[in-house]
């Protein structure tokens, strides 16, 4: 059973950090780029940040270049984000994704992932 369970969202000041976690089980994690997607309300899910199957090829949305950080730990079957100078505007709720790939892209578009976390809520403010 494939699952990808985020946590390490909340409440948080503009300016602070947060470290956002997914765990994933049930798919050769190794296989699979992964992604950072976000959803505020009334707008659409967008891409954050994605890094290739072997953590060599990172991808930044121009609104979080220089303030997110992906990662991830293949050993542990775990993707992290970084967040730092967190903006009132950062509020979404946040999902990873997984997308099969043979090669090292890291594509954007969220119809292209195969598999899909709940989501943990993020909200900057004062």
């Known amino acids: 059973q494939v699952q990808l369970v985020e946590s390490g969202g909340g409440l948080v000041q503009p300016g602070g950090s947060l470290r956002l976690s997914c765990a994933a089980s049930?798919?050769?994690?190794?296989?699979?780029?992964m992604s950072w997607f976000r959803q505020a309300p009334g707008k659409e899910r967008e891409f954050v940040a994605g890094a290739s199957s072997s953590g060599g090829v990172t991808k930044y949305a121009d609104s979080v270049k220089g303030r997110f950080t992906i990662s991830r730990d293949n050993a542990k079957n775990t993707v992290y984000l970084q967040m730092n100078s967190l903006k009132p505007e950062d509020t979404a709720v946040y999902y990873c994704a997984a997308d099969f790939r043979w090669d090292e892209d890291v594509v954007v578009v969220p119809g292209e992932y195969d598999y899909w976390g709940q989501g943990t809520q993020v909200t900057v403010s004062s």
């Open positions: 049930g798919f050769t994690f190794s296989s699979y780029a």
